[in-house]
């Protein structure tokens, strides 16, 4: 609903201003975007495996941990 959407967008204008002043995130906006991304993502992955474990389990070694350069993790 429209009520819902801008209390979504009031909320997302909070949490920036937080950042701000709790965290000194000068820029808060792009990691807000990028999650709002990855959870789009992980919504659309939790539709598609209908939130089976198994799937679930290897869309997160597929999307996450395959993706993770053991040569250089820590480094």
């Given at each position: 609903?429209?009520?819902?959407?801008?209390?979504?967008?009031?909320?997302?204008?909070?949490?920036?201003?937080?950042?701000?002043?709790?965290?000194?995130?000068?820029?808060?906006?792009?990691?807000?975007?990028?999650?709002?991304?990855?959870?789009k993502?992980w919504?659309?992955?939790?539709?598609?495996?209908g939130?089976?474990?198994?799937?679930?389990?290897?869309?997160?070694?597929?999307?996450?941990?395959?993706k993770?350069?053991?040569a250089?993790?820590?480094?």
């Open positions: 609903t429209d009520q819902l959407a801008g209390f979504v967008e009031a909320d997302l204008e909070t949490l920036a201003q937080i950042a701000r002043d709790r965290h000194g995130v000068a820029e808060p906006e792009p990691i807000i975007a990028r999650y709002q991304e990855l959870l993502k919504e659309g992955i939790y539709a598609e495996t939130g089976d474990r198994q799937a679930m389990t290897e869309a997160l070694q597929r999307e996450v941990y395959d993770v350069d053991l250089s993790y820590g480094q």
